[in-house]
């Protein structure tokens, strides 16, 4: 007969096989890229779990949901989602959740409007931003076309050579999310007159000399 104190180790040696066997799993994960966009956004997720799960449930707060264990997941709307893993194996099971972890802003909408569209050379635009958004505007970036530029919310761009141009404004919020827009064919310049003439005759003496201009 075995005395008492060995076989308590006996069983404790073997109750403790048993259960590392499968060791307990830990649920965890991070987004590998940025978990804040604009308008949309794909994350790639990676899972950090311990414990060698072999069963992943994701669910992304949008509706969607995985059973891979590094699922990429595209974002098509605005708003703040929270983000759960549910790992297991054969004995254990385990639970994660970030709230509010992906982020996707509001796009700011770009638009303006201008005093006039048929100008003649060095004619002046006023050029009036129409822009707005969820968040603060901070940046205006206007190109109007034929190489000037102005980062002023409303300017003013007298336009020196004749032509055809488009007219973009890019708009920038507090968030660093951008918009633009583009008026294609906006502003027609028209070329200024030069005005000359000649006449036939330059000299006379004559007092009635008829002269042709």
């Known amino acids: 007969i075995l005395p008492y104190q060995v076989l308590i180790s006996i069983i404790l040696f073997s109750m403790l096989s048993v259960f590392s ?9 991070t987004a590998l890229n940025s978990n804040v966009g604009c308008g949309s956004l794909i994350v790639e997720f990676e899972d950090l779990s311990t414990g060698n799960p072999d069963t992943w449930n994701w669910d992304f707060g949008n509706g969607m949901t995985s059973n891979l264990p590094n699922p990429v997941i595209m974002y098509t709307n605005p708003g703040i ?6 790992v297991s194996n054969n004995n254990h099971s385990d639970s994660y959740i970030i709230t509010d972890y992906i982020i996707i802003h509001d796009l700011p909408n770009s638009n303006f409007s201008e005093s006039i569209n048929t100008i003649c050379q060095y004619d002046k ?33 007298y336009y020196p050579n004749d032509g055809t141009y488009n007219v973009s404004l890019l708009v920038r919020d507090d968030n660093g999310c951008e918009n633009i827009v583009v008026a294609t064919n906006l502003i027609e310049v028209k070329k200024i007159p030069t005005a000359d003439f000649s006449s036939d005759i330059k000299i006379s003496c004559d007092s009635v000399q008829s002269i042709n201009f």
């Open 21 to 29: 066997a499968t060791s307990q799993v830990t649920a965890n994960f």
């Open 81 to 86: 989602f929270s983000v759960k893993l549910t």
């Open 125 to 157: 635009v006023v050029f009036t931003d129409q822009s707005n958004g969820f968040a603060n505007i901070v940046d205006w970036i206007w190109d109007f076309g034929d190489g000037g530029s102005s980062n002023l919310q409303n300017p003013i761009y």
